[in-house]
């Protein structure tokens, strides 16, 4: 697809973009350009055009200002050995896109458009992907509804945008505490909790508030039903090693997002010949299990947190009949990544950052 592209007035000078690809803060730091392209019910998507990163210019009444009609993805671009530049699986994050908006009333856009847009950015941008290793360009597209009116029903006009950020790993430490929050669930069932959309992100900030306050980097939401089976962190899915070496992560069950990282990791998994399991986590058995010694590992995953090793599991002593339960799970020495995680971790950034044979066709060079 051809897309229009508006001159930068001054663009980024190379000293100074050097300087800011170096600092390696997740989300921080903001590439040159960005992509937009605009709905409406008579053109359908059009105007698909480069610019100067900007504000927007939003009327106040605008239905994603009041009513939360907002869809994003997330994703990378990486650079090789040999200097080339590739985008990590996106056309599995247009398909993903393509289903949020199917989820909240919101129009298609075609992957291929998707994809073209992402390459336009990457292309016009790629002197901000990143060199250091677990570094990257990470891509961050969204979709708003502005239309200004106040009434409660899907909008006509939307904005589609690429923006970039160049990134460094999201936590800053070995291993991540992560708090199972027991007062607030993310998504129920019937609800919006496999689509990326921003209200998921909005629900969610007062259990990661609640981590914060106990110490921890991240929260664990539990489902919203039965209350004991886990689902998934506040931005990353998570998994389990056991003694015998299986990974363990909980199936997809409408309630939690189809993370493209859980996917590939339980490709690479099968590749290695590890045995890689969706099923059902309940909380209680796995807080013993740890004990016990039979759960060894844990890990979170994501476009963003690629893998980033859990050191433990804490919750509150509970009351009533839960009073007195264990309130921490503790993987291995609870500072040190185990050997699964950072085999796992390995194989995803190899591939990633084209180390290796790209065998399932993961890579899309720009
Ligand atoms: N779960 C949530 C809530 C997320 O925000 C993310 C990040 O995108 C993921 C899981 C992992 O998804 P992916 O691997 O596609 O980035
Ligand atoms: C991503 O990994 O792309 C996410 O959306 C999660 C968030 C922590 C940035």
């Known amino acids: ?93 247009g398909q993903r896109l393509a289903a949020s908006a199917r989820r909240l009333a919101m129009p298609e856009m075609p992957v291929e458009t998707f994809v073209s847009a992402i390459d336009a950015l990457v292309q016009k941008d790629s002197a901000w992907v990143p060199e250091a290793e677990g570094h990257s360009l990470y891509l961050r597209p969204f979709m708003i509804a502005h239309d200004a009116f106040l009434g409660v029903k899907p909008a006509e006009r939307y904005l589609f945008a690429v923006i970039a950020s160049p990134v460094g790993n999201y936590f800053a430490k070995p291993t991540v505490d992560v708090w199972v929050t027991e007062r607030y669930t993310r998504a129920a069932p019937g609800g919006t909790g496999e689509a990326k959309c921003g209200g998921n992100y909005a629900g969610g900030l007062v259990a990661q508030r609640e981590a914060y306050s106990q110490k921890c980097d991240q929260v664990l939401f539990l489902d919203s039903t039965q209350g004991h089976f886990v689902e998934e962190m506040g931005g990353m899915n998570v998994m389990f090693v056991r003694k015998d070496g299986s990974v363990v992560t909980p199936p997809l ?105 790209d065998k399932h066709g993961w890579r899309h060079s720009i």
Request: proline share 7%; with cysteine.
């Open 1 to 93: 697809e051809k897309f229009k592209h508006i001159p930068h007035p001054n663009p980024t000078p190379e000293a100074e973009r050097r300087k800011l690809l170096a600092e390696g803060n997740f989300g921080k730091v903001f590439s040159d350009h960005m992509f937009l392209m605009d709905y409406d019910p008579e053109k359908g998507w059009h105007d698909g055009r480069l610019e100067a990163r900007r504000p927007f210019a939003l009327d106040p009444a605008s239905l994603v200002l009041h009513y939360g009609q907002e869809i994003f993805e997330g994703m990378k671009a990486f650079k090789g050995p040999d200097g080339t530049v590739t985008v990590f699986r996106p056309e599995a994050n």
């Open 253 to 357: 069950d409408g309630t939690i997002l189809r993370g493209i990282t859980r996917n590939s990791l339980l490709t690479l998994g099968r590749d290695m010949g590890l045995n890689m399991r969706e099923e059902p986590v309940d909380i209680n058995e796995l807080f013993e299990a740890a004990a016990a010694g039979d759960v060894v590992e844990a890990f979170a995953c994501g476009t963003a947190a690629a893998v980033s090793p859990i050191g433990r599991l804490k919750r509150t002593p509970g009351e009533g009949d839960k009073a007195g339960r264990r309130t921490e799970a503790v993987f291995g020495d609870g500072a040190t990544p185990g050997p699964v995680t950072m085999k796992l971790k390995k194989a995803l950034l190899d591939v990633q950052r084209g180390r290796v044979e």
